[in-house]
C-alpha cells in the first residue's frame, strides 16, 4: 500500500492564507514575483510526477534495497528512470541561478516542494536531498573557476553531492577527525580517509558525484580550529571540465540498516584522491554549516513529510475498519461493527499525527521564507538569518521527534495490521527514525539551540521572537471573541519561557552540566510553544474564513477542531517539560558512571 496524495489544499493554507507567501514572493529582489496560481500550478504539477513516477517505488524499493558488489553500488529497480525523468523535468533546478540553467524560482520553493518528495518515497528522495547545499556552499565559498566546473552540473542533476563529514572513530565530535589532506605543487591536494554514514556516496544514477570532505591540512592546529573543507569528486576533470579518470575515492561497504534501504549509506575511502580547498584553510566546519544547515532544515521537512504519510494512511484505514461499537451507541447500522474512526482512542491518534504535521508544515514554511531574504540581500538581511540561526534548531528536532511519535501511531491506528509490510505504515516508521538522528541528533540541536543561540549570540533574536508573539496573541484576543483562552494560554506559556531561560542561566553559571540536563527539554517546550503561535494564526485565518461564509467551510471547521485538539491535547506537554527543567541536573548527574551496571 503505496499510495500517497500531495495535500494542496493544506500547502495553499500554510503558505498563501496564514504565512502571506503571495506578498513575500512579490517584494523579493531581482527575482519575478511568484503568484499564488503560479505557484499552486506548479505545486500540484510536482505532486502529479511524486505521486505517479516516485510513490510507486517506495515500497519495492524498501524491498531490494540497495546492492553492493566490488565497490558499486546498484539503487533499486526502477529508481534510474525516476531519477533521469525528475532531472529532465527540470525539478532539480527550480531555485537556481537562470545563469546555471536554473530556473530562478525563490529558494524557499525548494524546501516546500521536498516535503512531497520524502513522503512519496524517502529513499528516492535522499538521493536528490545534498544537491542545494552542495550548490549553496560552492556558490558561497567557491571561486569563479570551481563554480564554472561544477554548479551548472549539479543544478541540473548530472551530477550528484555528498556531504564527508563524520568518520568511525569521532561520531559528532568533527574535532577528532583524522582524514588529512596534503598540498601539491599544482595548488591541489591529496585527501586520504575514511568517511562514514555518508548519504548516497556511491551509486549509480549519476556519472559524477561531487564530495564535500572535511579535512586536516599537515601542521594545522587541532580540534574543529584546524578543519578545512576540500572539493573531491568522484572522476578527475580535465581542464575542458569533462570527465577523466576515477580519483582515488572508492566505496568501501553500505550500512545494513534500520530504514531507508532504498538509500545507500556509505563508508567512503579517500586514497590519494585529488582535491581542492574550498574557501579559507582552517576555515572548513564554518564554511560546510552553510551545507549543514540546508540539509537540517530539509530533515524537518522529512519530519512533516513522515506525519503527513502516516496521517494519509491511518486515516483512510479508520474510515474503512470495521471493529467494535460506538460507546453512545452504533453509527453504522447497516453493518455488524463500526469503523474505527468513531472510538476517541483513534480519534486521538489521528489528531495528533494530523496536528504535528500541518503545524509543522507552517514552522518550516515560515523558515523556507527566511530563506529567500538571506538570498535577496534585502534590508530584513540580517534579521531573517538570525531567525533562522535560532531556529532551525527547533524545527529539525521538534519535527522529526513528532515526525517519528506520529508515524508510530500510524502502526499503533492500524493494530496489528500496522505491524506487517503490506501497509507500508511500519516502512514508514523505520524510515523516520534516522531523521532525528542525522544532520545532528536532537541532543545536539538543543545544546546548540539553547547555550550558543539563546543563552549566547543570538538572544536578541530570541527575545525578539517572543515579542513578535506576545504581540500576536494580544492582536488576537482584542480581535477575537471566541477561542481567547488559547491566545492567554500562549502568553502565560511564553512568559514562562522567559522565566525558565533565566533559570537555566543562571544555574548555568554555578554549574555549566545544568544546561545539558535541561537542553532537551527546553527544545521540546520550545516546539511545542512555537507550534502553538503557528496553530493560533491558523485558527485566525480560519475564524475570518468562517465568518465570510467561504466556500469550503468544512475545511475550516476542521482547522477549528485540530487547533483545539492541539491547544487542549498537546500544547500541555509544555508542564512536564517545564517540571523536568526546574527539577534541574541533580539526579542525573549525582550516579557515577561505574555505578551503571547491568
Not at 535 to 558: C, M, N, P
Amino acid at each position: 500500500m503505496d499510495g500517497y496524495k500531495t495535500p494542496l489544499r493544506e500547502i495553499s493554507f500554510s503558505l498563501f492564507e496564514v504565512l502571506g507567501y503571495e506578498e513575500h514572493c512579490a517584494a523579493r529582489q531581482d527575482a519575478d514575483s511568484l503568484d499564488q496560481s503560479t505557484a499552486e500550478m506548479l505545486l500540484a504539477e510536482y505532486g502529479r510526477f511524486c505521486e505517479a513516477v516516485i510513490a510507486p517505488l517506495n515500497g519495492p524499493g524498501d524491498a531490494e534495497g540497495c546492492r553492493f558488489v566490488d565497490g558499486r553500488v546498484t539503487t533499486p529497480a526502477g529508481f534510474q528512470d525516476a531519477y533521469t525523468q525528475y532531472a529532465e523535468s527540470g525539478w532539480f533546478s527550480l531555485s537556481s541561478d537562470p545563469a546555471l540553467g536554473g530556473q530562478g524560482l525563490p529558494p524557499s520553493l525548494s524546501k516546500i516542494t521536498s516535503e512531497i518528495l520524502s513522503s512519496a518515497n524517502m529513499g528516492f528522495a535522499l538521493y536528490t536531498s545534498a544537491i542545494p547545499g552542495a550548490i549553496a556552499t560552492l556558490s558561497r565559498y567557491g571561486n569563479d573557476g570551481q563554480r564554472s566546473l561544477y554548479e551548472r552540473a549539479l543544478v541540473s542533476g548530472k551530477w550528484n553531492a555528498t556531504m564527508c563529514l563524520t568518520e568511525p572513530h569521532c561520531g559528532t565530535d568533527l574535532g577528532l577527525l583524522r582524514c588529512k589532506a596534503v598540498p601539491q605543487e599544482d595548488g591541489s591536494y591529496r585527501i586520504s580517509g575514511t568517511k562514514i554514514f555518508i548519504t548516497g556516496g556511491e551509486h549509480d544514477l549519476t556519472e559524477n558525484i561531487v564530495h564535500l570532505v572535511l579535512a586536516r591540512i599537515e601542521c594545522a592546529p587541532t580540534g574543529t580550529r584546524g578543519i578545512s573543507l576540500f572539493i573531491v569528486p568522484k572522476r578527475r576533470l580535465d581542464r575542458e571540465g569533462e570527465l577523466g579518470e576515477l580519483n582515488g575515492v572508492s566505496c568501501g561497504a553500505i550500512e545494513n540498516k534500520l530504514g531507508v534501504k532504498a538509500s545507500a549509506t556509505c563508508v567512503m575511502n579517500f586514497d590519494d584522491a585529488k582535491g581542492y580547498l574550498l574557501g579559507e584553510e582552517n576555515r572548513g566546519l564554518a564554511a560546510m554549516f552553510t551545507f549543514i544547515n540546508a540539509s537540517r532544515i530539509s530533515a524537518a521537512s522529512q519530519g512533516v513529510a513522515h506525519a503527513e504519510l502516516g496521517f494519509q494512511k491511518s486515516l483512510a484505514y479508520a474510515k474503512d475498519r470495521l471493529q467494535m461499537r460506538s460507546l453512545s451507541g452504533p453509527k453504522n447500522l447497516q453493518q455488524p461493527a463500526d469503523p474505527i474512526i468513531v472510538h476517541p482512542d483513534v480519534r486521538r491518534m489521528l489528531l495528533t499525527q494530523k496536528a504535528f504535521a500541518e503545524g509543522n508544515r507552517l514552522f518550516n514554511h515560515f523558515l523556507a521564507m527566511q530563506l529567500d531574504l538571506v538570498g535577496d540581500d534585502s534590508a530584513e538581511r540580517n534579521g531573517a538569518e538570525a531567525r533562522l540561526d535560532l531556529l532551525t534548531p527547533i524545527a529539525k528536532a521538534f519535527a522529526t521527534e513528532t515526525g517519528v511519535e506520529a508515524s508510530n501511531l500510524a502502526v499503533q491506528c492500524f493494530g496489528g495490521h500496522g505491524y506487517i509490510k503490506e501497509w507500508g505504515v511500519e516502512q514508514n516508521l523505520r524510515d523516520s527514525r534516522i531523521a532525528t538522528l542525522y544532520e545532528g541528533t536532537t541532543g545536539v540541536q538543543a545544546i546548540d539551540f539553547l547555550g550558543r543561540k539563546v543563552l549566547g549570540g543570538l538572544r536578541p533574536a530570541f527575545e525578539e521572537l517572543l515579542s513578535d508573539m506576545e504581540g500576536f496573541c494580544a492582536e488576537f484576543l482584542e480581535q477575537e471573541q471566541s477561542y481567547t483562552v488559547y491566545g492567554k494560554t500562549l502568553i502565560e506559556l511564553i512568559s514562562q519561557w522567559r522565566d525558565l531561560t533565566l533559570l537555566i542561566a543562571t544555574r548555568a553559571e554555578a554549574d555549566p552540566e545544568e544546561m545539558g540536563a535541561a537542553s532537551v527539554s527546553y527544545l521540546m517546550l520550545s516546539g511545542y510553544i512555537i507550534v502553538g503561535y503557528f496553530w493560533l494564526r491558523s485558527l485566525k485565518v480560519a475564524l475570518a474564513a468562517i465568518e465570510r461564509k467561504a466556500s469550503d467551510t468544512g475545511f475550516y471547521q476542521a482547522k477549528l477542531s485540530v487547533a483545539a485538539f492541539y491547544f487542549d491535547h498537546l500544547l500541555p506537554r509544555t508542564s512536564a517539560h517545564a517540571q523536568s527543567i526546574r527539577a534541574g541536573g541533580k539526579s542525573m548527574m549525582s550516579i557515577s558512571a561505574d555505578h551503571f551496571q547491568f
